[in-house]
């Protein structure tokens, strides 16, 4: 289209280099000693982000469940729509092995999931309800 956007859309080669880039980005932060709240562009927080997070108590990584079908249960798909990393050495080796894993890839989830079931059982993390 006259406006660029078409070359943005989703899966398009323009937007698999932004979501995929994601992981060098968040461990960037990381290893500059900073905890990092990451959500997609189209969220709105209507309570305090962070006072919401405390009440899960500290853990190296929250994120919602991409599942909508565990009914409490723990996934093994979870999203990467809204995560928060700890600077936690296990944390860095998560986001290392998700950047890799996204090499040659067009979306990031997949590959973080994968990511993260390497490193089962290293990883203190919490999975965060859909609403709240």
Same mark, same amino acid.
């Given at each position: 289209?006259?406006?660029?956007?078409?070359?943005?859309?989703?899966?398009?080669?323009?937007?698999?280099?932004?979501?995929?880039?994601?992981?060098?980005?968040?461990?960037?932060?990381?290893?500059?000693?900073?905890?990092?709240?990451?959500?997609?562009?189209?969220?709105?927080?209507?309570?305090?982000?962070?006072?919401?997070?405390?009440?899960?108590?500290?853990?190296?990584?929250?994120?919602?469940?991409?599942?909508?079908?565990?009914?409490?249960?723990?996934?093994?798909?979870?999203?990467?729509?809204?995560?928060? %990393?700890?600077?936690? $050495?296990?944390?860095? =080796? #998560?986001?290392?092995?998700?950047?890799?894993?996204?090499?040659? /890839? @067009?979306?990031?989830? %997949?590959?973080?999931? $994968?990511?993260?079931? =390497? #490193?089962?059982?290293?990883?203190?993390?919490?999975?965060?309800? /859909? @609403?709240?």
């Amino acid at each position: 289209s006259s406006n660029g956007s078409s070359g943005s859309k989703y899966g398009s080669p323009i937007w698999a280099n932004v979501v995929t880039h994601r992981p060098r980005q968040i461990l960037n932060m990381l290893e500059l000693g900073c905890s990092v709240l990451y959500n997609d562009i189209d969220t709105a927080w209507i309570k305090p982000v962070f006072a919401a997070l405390d009440r899960y108590g500290r853990h190296d990584l929250m994120l919602p469940d991409d599942n909508k079908h565990t009914k409490g249960k723990r996934s093994h798909y979870l999203c990467t729509c809204l995560m928060y %990393f700890r600077p936690t $050495t296990n944390n860095r =080796a #998560l986001l290392l092995g998700w950047a890799e894993k996204c090499k040659g /890839e @067009t979306k990031n989830q %997949f590959a973080f999931n $994968t990511a993260l079931s =390497a #490193l089962q059982g290293k990883i203190d993390y919490v999975v965060l309800p /859909e @609403t709240q």
